[in-house]
Nanobody
């Protein structure tokens, strides 16, 4: 059974940093494209970043470029989202998800993803 588990969320002040983890079981992060999404109250779920299975090319939403970094640790079967310079508008539940693609770039559309984690809350507030 394939499963994704997010961790690392919490409360942080504006300008602070958090690192989210997405640990997979039943699937290899080297064989799937892994994406991070977020959903704020009353808003639709939106793509934040993704990393392709090979050669590990990445993609970012414009709103997080230069602040967030996605990476992968194959030995731990985990994908990370390093979030710096956090803003109140980054407050949301963050989800990781996985899908198989044979394209050269991953996409950040929710309908493309097959497996989803349960989410972790990130709150940016003073």
């Amino acid at each position: 059974q394939s499963q994704l588990v997010e961790s690392g969320g919490g409360l942080v002040q504006p300008g602070g940093s958090l690192r989210l983890s997405c640990t997979a079981s039943g699937l290899s992060v080297d064989s799937y494209a892994i994406g991070w999404f977020r959903q704020a109250p009353g808003k639709e779920r939106e793509g934040v970043s993704c990393i392709h299975r090979s050669p590990g090319t990445t993609n970012y939403a414009e709103s997080v470029k230069g602040r967030f970094t996605i990476s992968r640790d194959s030995a731990k079967n985990t994908v990370y989202l390093q979030m710096n310079s956090l803003k109140p508008e980054d407050t949301a539940v963050y989800y990781c998800a996985a899908y198989v693609t044979f394209r050269t770039m991953c996409v950040m559309t929710t309908i493309s993803y097959r497996y989803w984690g349960q989410g972790t809350q990130v709150t940016v507030s003073s």
